[in-house]
């Protein structure tokens, strides 16, 4: 049985903080969105459209990259078209597979969160640091270039 001392490990892991620090980054969003004609999005919607990262990507590929169904995929890709904000095209070889593609007004959105992690960015900048923000962030790029590399 844990006790109260590796409850607390538990508590301060790295994993934890990430998972926490992350919530508290999709919090400051959905904060900010509130300001914008995205007000209403969910959560889900919010993590798919980031999941693209900008690009076009497959249904299979969002599926696996969020850990859901293709169904569930499916679905927040079709909340998403009815916003506008991304379209589907059949792939060349897979026609069961789609394409999801960012539209010009989804391309708006990004500039928009573009916007948004400035802002979060200068939030954690003044509560930690401008200097420990840019180290965390480079000892995570360096972490996962690092995790990529075949040993």
Do not use: C
């Not at 969003?29 to 300001?35: A, G, M, R, S, T």
């Not at 995929?73 to 597979?97: F, Y």
């Amino acid at each position: 049985m844990p006790n109260q001392k590796s409850a607390t490990k538990l508590h301060e892991s790295l994993k934890a903080l990430l998972r926490d620090s992350l919530a508290w980054v999709e919090e400051e969003q959905l904060k900010l969105l509130q300001d914008s004609p995205y007000a209403s999005a969910s959560n889900a919607e919010i993590k798919l459209f980031a999941a693209l990262r900008g690009e076009t990507r497959s249904i299979s590929e969002l599926s696996r990259f969020l850990g859901i169904s293709r169904q569930a995929v499916h679905q927040l890709v079709h909340k998403l078209i009815g916003r506008g904000i991304v379209r589907l095209e059949s792939t060349e070889t897979n026609k069961r597979d789609k394409l999801v593609i960012i539209t010009d007004e989804g391309r708006e959105v990004q500039k928009i969160t573009a916007q948004h992690f400035q802002t979060i960015e200068k939030k954690m900048a003044k509560n930690i640091g401008r200097e420990n923000l840019e180290l965390i962030r480079q000892l995570l790029k360096d972490n996962l270039a690092k995790s990529k590399d075949p040993d």
